[in-house]
């Protein structure tokens, strides 16, 4: 068995079990009919969430911006954009959100800031060798006029990191070049953010997402890859998560959490962080989660998993081995606003949601946190017909590749697109939502047996009734199983709960494990078994 016991817990160890709802902002209720998601659209759906049964949500970008990437271009880190609202309403959408029982986890994006924020703006207008610039990456060129960038880095969104201005000097954007790189080793940008903690943690923001955590400190020197798309065709951002870049995961990046984690600690509650963080090896990832540095870093090798029992049951094992070592929680992830719907990735149409559904119910069995990202518990699927002129992520123009289809605004209720996205009467939606959405809406899936909604809802009420699925509950003990099936249980005193999941070709009987809790697809009786159906997963309870 692989154990996740830990110390006794207390409430400040929620986020150790807790199931967090990603909201997409901007796509996920529209109060004032302008197309956008905003603050008091949220603040509506709240009992929405509280009766889905998460414990609480990640809140991505909504500070000032010229919203170039979607918000993780943030001008001002102390206000909110007039599309989303105002501060008032981030007070108000909090107060509610607690009263209810639920958390607040923002998005923090300390990597880079938008080239409209104020520090940038008064680096450009000062020369090189100025105070100002030093917040930033600048650097000279290459060349003999210094026209060539100062090395081979590139930008995860395509093209050369480097942008050079009219005085002839280049600076770092590991992303869009509305985004310049903090030079993290300046103790100004140090401040700043912890300073940024305090004013979110004082407003009372239970926890933050890390944006690029891996990415604050640059090798010295800034040295060369020694290859890149252009001078061998692969990208450089293909080795993220395999590799080791000298603009990723250096060890100096974690002194910044161990400077974070007490003013984290410092306040009541349980305040916490996860990175998104992609290393080499699951084994530096974990270096970033622990007692002194962040809470949390998002398994992305479970995201990336095939639809396959070993591919699925190395990730697992991995990720439960490495928090082990740590002492922290593993943490979960099948969607979000990166990536491309889970629906999608595991085939699309009937098959990818049979698929989706059975990998949500072992996702949502295993010991750890998990994350949701909105409308998964809807099913929804990946848009891949969205008009080009409609896409706004700046990766599309320099790679083709496109982050908009999982990023649609939610179907509520209604006939008529955007589904109840606004107040009604309201046509109007930043992104179209495909006509085939109408059933998968809300309202059309609310009460409706085996629908993909009603199944998270059942999902997670057990989750947080069950005693084999609490904090101090065994871990994870995997169960003999044929080719191509996964098979679990987790303990508390005297009751099993086994999840089962069919990855195979055929039907599988499951038998001895006791009586089922919740399956994702109907089972079928035979003597005192059970036929699981093919992709499906199923939760099982024994005294
Ligand atoms: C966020 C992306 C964003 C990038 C740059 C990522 O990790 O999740 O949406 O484009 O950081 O901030
Ligand atoms: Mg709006």
Same mark, same amino acid.
């Given at each position: 068995?692989?154990?996740?016991?830990?110390?006794?817990?207390?409430?400040?160890?929620?986020?150790?079990?807790?199931?967090?709802?990603?909201?997409?902002?901007?796509?996920?209720?529209?109060?004032?009919?302008?197309?956008?998601?905003?603050?008091?659209?949220?603040?509506?759906?709240?009992?929405?969430?509280?009766?889905?049964?998460?414990?609480?949500?990640?809140?991505?970008?909504?500070?000032?911006?010229?919203?170039?990437?979607?918000?993780?271009?943030?001008?001002?880190?102390?206000?909110?954009?007039?599309?989303?609202?105002?501060?008032?309403?981030?007070?108000?959408?909090?107060?509610?959100?607690?009263? &209810?029982?639920?958390?607040?986890?923002?998005?923090?994006?300390?990597?880079?800031?938008?080239?409209?924020?104020?520090?940038?703006?008064?680096?450009?207008?000062?020369?090189?060798?100025?105070?100002?610039?030093?917040?930033?990456?600048?650097?000279?060129?290459?060349?003999?006029?210094?026209?060539?960038?100062?090395?081979?880095?590139?930008?995860?969104?395509?093209?050369?990191?480097?942008?050079?201005?009219?005085?002839?000097?280049?600076?770092?954007?590991?992303?869009?070049?509305?985004?310049?790189?903090?030079?993290?080793?300046?103790?100004?940008?140090?401040?700043?953010?912890?300073?940024?903690?305090?004013?979110?943690?004082?407003?009372?923001?239970?926890?933050?997402?890390?944006?690029?955590?891996?990415?604050?400190?640059?090798?010295?020197?800034?040295?060369?890859?020694?290859?890149?798309?252009?001078?061998?065709?692969?990208?450089?951002?293909?080795?993220?998560?395999?590799?080791?870049?000298?603009?990723?995961?250096?060890?100096?990046?974690?002194?910044?959490?161990?400077?974070?984690?007490?003013?984290?600690?410092?306040?009541?509650?349980?305040?916490?962080?996860?990175?998104?963080?992609?290393?080499?090896?699951?084994?530096?990832?974990?270096?970033?989660?622990?007692?002194?540095?962040?809470?949390?870093?998002?398994?992305?090798?479970?995201?990336?998993?095939?639809?396959?029992?070993?591919?699925?049951?190395?990730?697992?094992?991995?990720?439960?081995?490495?928090?082990?070592?740590?002492?922290?929680?593993?943490?979960?992830?099948?969607?979000?606003?990166?990536?491309?719907?889970?629906?999608?990735?595991?085939?699309?149409?009937?098959?990818?949601?049979?698929?989706?559904?059975?990998?949500?119910?072992?996702?949502?069995?295993?010991?750890?946190?998990?994350?949701?990202?909105?409308?998964?518990?809807?099913?929804?699927?990946?848009?891949?017909?969205?008009?080009?002129?409609?896409?706004?992520?700046?990766?599309?123009?320099?790679?083709?590749?496109?982050?908009?289809?999982?990023?649609?605004?939610?179907?509520?209720?209604?006939?008529?697109?955007?589904?109840?996205?606004?107040?009604?009467?309201?046509?109007?939606?930043?992104?179209?939502?495909?006509?085939?959405?109408?059933?998968?809406?809300?309202?059309?899936?609310?009460?409706?047996?085996?629908?993909?909604?009603?199944?998270?809802?059942?999902?997670?009420?057990?989750?947080?009734?069950?005693?084999?699925?609490?904090?101090?509950?065994?871990?994870?003990?995997?169960?003999?199983?044929?080719?191509?099936?996964?098979?679990?249980?987790?303990?508390?005193?005297?009751?099993?709960?086994?999840?089962?999941?069919?990855?195979?070709?055929?039907?599988?009987?499951?038998?001895?494990?006791?009586?089922?809790?919740?399956?994702?697809?109907?089972?079928?009786?035979?003597?005192?078994?059970?036929? &699981?159906?093919?992709?499906?997963?199923?939760?099982?309870?024994?005294?």
């Amino acid at each position: 068995m692989i154990s996740t016991a830990g110390p006794p817990h207390t409430d400040d160890d929620w986020w150790r079990s807790a199931v967090v709802y990603q909201v997409y902002v901007r796509s996920f209720a529209d109060s004032d009919g302008d197309g956008t998601g905003d603050l008091q659209g949220i603040r509506h759906r709240l009992p929405y969430l509280r009766d889905l049964g998460v414990d609480a949500l990640w809140l991505t970008p909504f500070y000032t911006s010229p919203m170039v990437d979607g918000g993780y271009d943030v001008a001002d880190y102390r206000d909110v954009d007039p599309m989303f609202g105002t501060l008032a309403d981030f007070d108000a959408m909090i107060t509610d959100a607690h009263a &209810l029982g639920l958390r607040i986890i923002i998005d923090l994006v300390p990597n880079h800031t938008s080239s409209a924020h104020r520090w940038f703006t008064a680096a450009l207008a000062t020369g090189p060798g100025s105070p100002e610039r030093a917040r930033y990456l600048f650097a000279e060129g290459q060349g003999a006029h210094g026209e060539l960038p100062p090395n081979d880095w590139e930008s995860i969104f395509g093209g050369p990191a480097w942008t050079r201005i009219a005085d002839g000097q280049w600076y770092l954007h590991l992303f869009d070049p509305a985004q310049p790189d903090l030079n993290w080793r300046h103790p100004e940008v140090r401040a700043e953010f912890e300073d940024v903690l305090r004013f979110w943690l004082d407003r009372g923001v239970d926890g933050f997402r890390i944006d690029v955590a891996h990415g604050m400190i640059k090798a010295d020197g800034l040295p060369d890859v020694g290859f890149s798309t252009i001078t061998t065709g692969q990208r450089q951002v293909e080795l993220l998560g395999k590799g080791r870049l000298p603009y990723f995961d250096q060890d100096e990046v974690h002194e910044i959490y161990r400077a974070w984690r007490p003013i984290l600690d410092s306040y009541p509650g349980g305040r916490m962080a996860v990175a998104e963080a992609w290393a080499e090896t699951p084994q530096r990832l974990a270096r970033y989660i622990g007692p002194d540095e962040l809470h949390q870093a998002f398994s992305f090798d479970f995201l990336d998993a095939t639809w396959s029992a070993d591919s699925f049951r190395k990730v697992i094992d991995t990720a439960l081995a490495e928090a082990t070592v740590v002492g922290a929680p593993t943490t979960w992830v099948l969607s979000n606003h990166d990536k491309q719907r889970h629906v999608t990735r595991y085939g699309d149409g009937a098959e990818g949601l049979r698929r989706a559904r059975a990998a949500s119910l072992l996702m949502l069995a295993l010991p750890g946190c998990a994350y949701l990202y909105q409308g998964e518990e809807l099913g929804l699927p990946e848009v891949l017909d969205l008009p080009d002129e409609l896409r706004q992520d700046p990766a599309f123009l320099r790679t083709g590749e496109s982050r908009d289809g999982c990023r649609v605004p939610i179907p509520w209720s209604g006939e008529v697109a955007p589904y109840g996205f606004g107040p009604a009467g309201s046509e109007l939606s930043w992104l179209p939502a495909p006509t085939t959405w109408r059933a998968l809406s809300v309202a059309a899936q609310t009460g409706v047996p085996g629908s993909t909604l009603e199944l998270y809802r059942a999902a997670l009420r057990i989750r947080h009734a069950h005693p084999a699925l609490a904090l101090d509950a065994d871990g994870v003990t995997w169960l003999e199983s044929g080719p191509g099936v996964l098979a679990f249980s987790r303990t508390a005193g005297d009751t099993t709960l086994t999840c089962v999941v069919n990855l195979s070709g055929a039907p599988v009987l499951i038998d001895g494990y006791g009586q089922p809790l919740v399956a994702s697809d109907t089972l079928t009786g035979q003597g005192s078994g059970h036929l &699981l159906p093919v992709d499906a997963a199923a939760w099982l309870e024994r005294h």
